[in-house]
């Protein structure tokens, strides 16, 4: 099944262990000065132990909450540019959106993201940002679908979490835009068995949000 694929990957001399301790080795005076990772959740990193236990976690830094997505400030900017530019590309013709009206309506939809819990500015995606901003530029108005459905939350992750003791609740709470969602501390790394098997109180399930990229 999906957990044997899985374990075959990390465990024993398998794919992704094998990959990261060729990288662990370069990094070890082997041709690798510095390495930067992406992409590797906090379950793969806990099921790898020795495989590539040299790592930094530097997701939550203060100073690296930017780096990943765009500041208010830059999407301002973007949309005076937009709309000094005109609907056609040219100041001929004005726009028939309104620069103001445009950054509360991505502020809505697109802001949020705050990586570090002492980050004092949260962040747009950018992803969705530059699709928001394609569709002034080549139709001169909003997007008829404002989620990227490429980006569209895996119903997957969701559904697994809906599923467990009060999991239903969390979903609630944390879709309800009160900022409700509270926990002592973020758990930053717990294996596959842990997922399956460990207690899945609000803490670990918060967590699972966080990295599933629904919480931030």
Known sequence: GSQDRYEALLYGEGLLKTVFKAVKAGAGGLGLDRVFITGVSPVVLSDMT???NV????????????????????????????????????????????????????????????????????VYNPTLSLYFLDALRRHGRYPRRMLD?????????????????????????????????????????FGVADVLAAVKDQPFMASLLYFFGILT
């Not at 990943?68 to 959106?97: K, M, Q």
């Not at 809505?108 to 980050?119: I, K, Q, V, W």
């Not at 119903?155 to 697994?160: E, H, P, S």
């Open 149 to 189: 459905e490429n980006l569209a939350m895996d119903r997957n992750k969701l559904i697994y979490i809906a599923r467990l003791p009060h999991g239903e609740d969390l979903l609630i709470e944390a879709l309800s835009g009160d900022d409700r969602v509270v926990i002592p501390e973020l758990v930053q790394r």
């Open 55 to 122: 790592g930094k976690n530097i997701y939550l830094e203060p100073e690296l909450n930017a780096l990943c997505g765009f500041t208010e400030a830059e999407v301002g900017t973007v949309l005076g540019h937009l709309s000094a530019e005109g609907a056609d590309g040219t100041a001929a013709e004005p726009t028939a959106w309104n620069p103001a009206a445009a950054l509360q309506t991505m502020r809505t939809f697109y802001n949020g993201y705050r990586f570090s819990e002492d980050a004092t500015e949260s």
């Open 50 to 52: 020795s495989g590539y």
